[in-house]
């Protein structure tokens, strides 16, 4: 079915004085073009667009003056021009990205329409109205640059709060490290000397020591304090999502990723990045970071693009890494780049002497943390401490203490004698993780007299929502004596 289109009646044809008065007042440019596609009007304001006065036109091929070519200098060939179009079959058209060139041959974005003109319902011609929308376009690549730019900011700010938010969950205490003892202050002296240095600092310990706390305080004290400290467990991620974690991954990369998303050494950029585990890095991820630490550069998972990072490292493990090389477990070239400064945090048991500060430091967060108001431990209760050999190191000690903190009604801790957990008896069979869990949700339940939600509850304590704990106890199958 034919579109209907406006007709211009024959006083418009004519272009009449009077209505030329008007034509020529308005601020768009007006053409009028007789069948042959040559010019009978032209009036002010496309003078002033184009450059090309109306003697220098009328009676010629305009096309072949303002509309000869496409943006990037192609032949525009008349054929295939919509005023053109317009003349050969009589239909209204209106083009919105498109240009005309000038006298000078600069060009310019318009906006134009093209109407056919009827006299005694034959086509005569075709009258074009057009307007110069170089402001308008700039002011959308504008828009488009600025929205640009905020889209960038907001994922950035995005993920840097996502990621904070996450850190200040679950690290509340502030950033020291507690003790006294020759081991101790032979540590922290060490920490202050390579702080300020750009140098990979590889910190070894034992489990519960207090390595990330290390880190932190390598951080906080070097020159990049005021930007982000970044922290990745390598062992809480399968190789193929630690490649994503530490390097982010575009949109698209493998099946689950339905957004771009910015890895750890981004985040890390012109900041600390520290390493937890870092033994447990798959040999593969070992060659990626080996990489990123000699350029300073890495692509993004499903990227081709490299991204130049400036990060400061800092790793820890509790393995002995040299025998791990030695094994073939791990690069001896990552071994060489990652131990340039190295650090031992003494286990708890080799510095029994600073138990007493670390157990007054930790009360003074419990006692916020838990809405109490303890005020130390009783002296047997402290003999009994410092009696324990502490295999699980100041995280098992900030343990005992917690627990006994939710005990306590008074504001005198009463620590009883310690005694390790006995480990299960090798049979010659491996428990599976259910069974270990199992064994765990029970000793906390009988300990806290089966009690399950509450400050002073089994939940709190493993720091578990109470629903989600009788949910892993019926599952389990685990059950209050009777």
């Known amino acids: 079915m034919a579109c209907k289109h406006p007709r211009v009646d024959d006083a418009h044809v004519d272009f009449l004085p009077e209505n030329k008065l008007l034509l020529n007042a308005v601020g768009e440019g007006i053409y009028g073009f007789d069948l042959e596609g040559n010019a009978v009007f032209i009036n002010p304001a496309a003078e002033r667009m184009t450059g090309w006065k109306a003697e220098e036109l009328l009676g010629k091929n305009i096309h072949d003056c303002h509309h000869h070519s496409h943006a990037d200098g192609s032949p525009y060939p008349q054929e295939e021009c919509p005023i053109y179009n317009t003349l050969h079959d009589g239909i209204a058209r209106e083009i919105s990205h498109d240009l005309f060139w000038r006298k000078d041959g600069s060009s310019f974005p318009v906006h134009y329409t093209s109407t056919p003109v009827y006299k005694q319902d034959r086509l005569i011609g075709v009258v074009a109205i057009f307007r110069d929308i170089s402001i308008q376009k700039q002011t959308e690549a504008s828009l488009r640059e600025a929205l640009k730019q905020v889209q960038a900011l907001s994922e950035k700010l995005a993920n840097e709060n996502d990621y904070l938010l996450t850190e200040l969950a679950s690290h509340r205490q502030e950033v020291n490290i507690s003790g006294e003892s020759e081991a101790i202050q032979s540590l922290i002296q060490q920490i202050k000397l390579v702080a300020n240095t750009s140098s990979t600092v590889l910190i070894n310990g034992e489990n519960g020591t207090g390595k990330e706390l290390v880190a932190r305080n390598i951080h906080a004290l070097s020159d990049r304090s005021d930007q982000p400290l970044v922290s990745v467990n390598c062992a809480a991620f399968s190789p193929t999502l630690l490649e994503s974690e530490l390097f982010g991954h575009e949109k698209g990369a493998f099946t689950g990723a339905t957004s771009r998303r910015k890895g750890r050494f981004e985040?890390?950029?012109?900041?600390?990045l520290f390493l937890d585990e870092v033994a447990e890095l798959s040999l593969?991820?070992?060659?990626?970071?080996?990489?990123?630490?000699?350029?300073?550069?890495?692509?993004?998972?499903?990227?081709?693009?490299?991204?130049?990072?400036?990060?400061?490292?800092?790793?820890?493990?509790?393995?002995?890494?040299?025998?791990?090389?030695?094994?073939?477990?791990?690069?001896?070239?990552?071994?060489?780049?990652?131990?340039?400064?190295?650090?031992?945090?003494?286990?708890?048991?080799?510095?029994?002497?600073?138990?007493?500060?670390?157990?007054?430091?930790?009360?003074?967060?419990?006692?916020?943390?838990?809405?109490?108001?303890?005020?130390?431990?009783?002296?047997?209760?402290?003999?009994?401490?410092?009696?324990?050999?502490?295999?699980?190191?100041?995280?098992?000690?900030?343990?005992?203490?917690?627990?006994?903190?939710?005990?306590?009604?008074?504001?005198?801790l009463q620590i009883p004698a310690l005694q390790a957990e006995p480990l299960p008896q090798d049979k010659g069979e491996f428990q599976t993780l259910q069974q270990v869990e199992a064994a765990h949700i029970r000793r906390t339940l009988k300990r806290l007299n089966w009690r399950i939600s509450g400050p002073n509850g089994a939940a709190n304590v493993l720091g578990l929502p109470a629903s989600t704990l009788r949910s892993r106890m019926l599952k389990l199958g685990i059950k209050r004596p009777a």
């Open 267 to 272: 985040l890390a950029h012109q900041g600390t």
């Open 284 to 412: 593969e991820a070992q060659s990626k970071l080996l990489r990123v630490i000699q350029e300073q550069e890495f692509e993004r998972v499903g990227s081709s693009t490299p991204i130049k990072v400036d990060i400061r490292l800092v790793t820890a493990t509790h393995h002995d890494l040299l025998k791990r090389v030695e094994q073939g477990l791990f690069r001896m070239d990552l071994y060489y780049r990652l131990n340039v400064f190295p650090l031992h945090v003494p286990p708890l048991r080799e510095r029994l002497e600073d138990i007493p500060l670390l157990v007054s430091d930790i009360l003074l967060n419990l006692n916020h943390k838990l809405g109490k108001k303890i005020k130390g431990v009783s002296k047997q209760g402290m003999q009994h401490l410092m009696a324990y050999h502490w295999p699980g190191n100041v995280r098992e000690l900030q343990n005992v203490i917690e627990r006994q903190t939710i005990l306590c009604h008074g504001q005198i």
